[in-house]
């Protein structure tokens, strides 16, 4: 409880002179019902400047467990017109259940909030990257175009950019290279710093015959960590399209190393297969 946490810290610290309330009701950690939490504790310190904000925030947590339980829009809305916040990406499980692979009950979670706040970025994202797992890649299209064309919210920053990268696969799926290219470009700008990003650049150049710029991209992207056989596999079956040749077979080699370190001999079928092309390729080329 709120109230036995700040008696217990007042018993170490009689008069603190700041008080720092971290909690991340939009990071996933705390459930959005929760937020209130922070105003309360931040209250029970300071309450001559935190107990107006504190009760607002209690009215719309109350708004919103209602609508939790019921489902109902006048709740929702109550709840949002109270604190923007608790039309936030996290104020459902639906990304939770996600990142678990339970697709069903994410698609539950974002269809509930769609119902009542039908053009929610956060939940319009969820449901384009449960379109794109399916492969339905028109339907995708029209969840993320409709985020990327939806007003500007920092709230949404982080969806936003979850869709362009989404778009910009669902445009590879449809073979619309072109498209997906400049999407990709656009997304590198803004995250430089995500592997998978980098690695579809490099199918994308691989496809349009630009070979050394593809060596350059797949490299990039496991530089940031994509340590995957798969990206070793891509390299290698371009190697006949590359002049130096010996460079990146002693790339290949260096990766491999770490990568069967990691591995201890756990292989799947399709990794057995890639590996086996791999030493193949890399041996007739060096014979060559």
Known sequence: ???????????????????????????????????????????????????KQYKRSRQSSRFFRLFEATGKREYYQSAVRLNAAYRAGDNNYGPLYLSLKKSRLAKKEFLKVKKVDPHNPGCLTGLGLLELEKKDFKQAKKYFSSVLKSRHDRLFS?????????????????????????????????????????????RILEKEGDFQKAVSSYQGAMRLGLNSLEVLYRLVKILPHLQEKKSIIKYVALQLKRFKKEKRGRYSRKEKKNLAFIYRRCFSVAVI
Do not use: C, W
């Not at 810290?9 to 922070?38: D, E, F, Q, W």
């Open 1 to 51: 409880e709120p109230v036995e946490l700040v008696d217990l810290l007042r018993k170490k610290i009689r008069r603190p002179k700041i008080v720092t309330i971290a909690y991340s009701a939009n990071g996933g950690y705390t459930p959005m019902k929760y937020r209130h939490l922070g105003d309360e504790l931040a209250s029970l310190f300071a309450p001559l400047k935190f107990l």
């Open 158 to 202: 982080g969806q936003r950019k979850q869709s362009l990268l989404g778009l910009a696969e669902t445009e590879y799926g449809l073979k619309n290279l072109v498209q997906a290219k400049k999407l990709l470009v656009s997304y590198i700008r803004e995250q430089p710093l995500v592997p998978g990003s980098r690695y579809l650049l490099a």
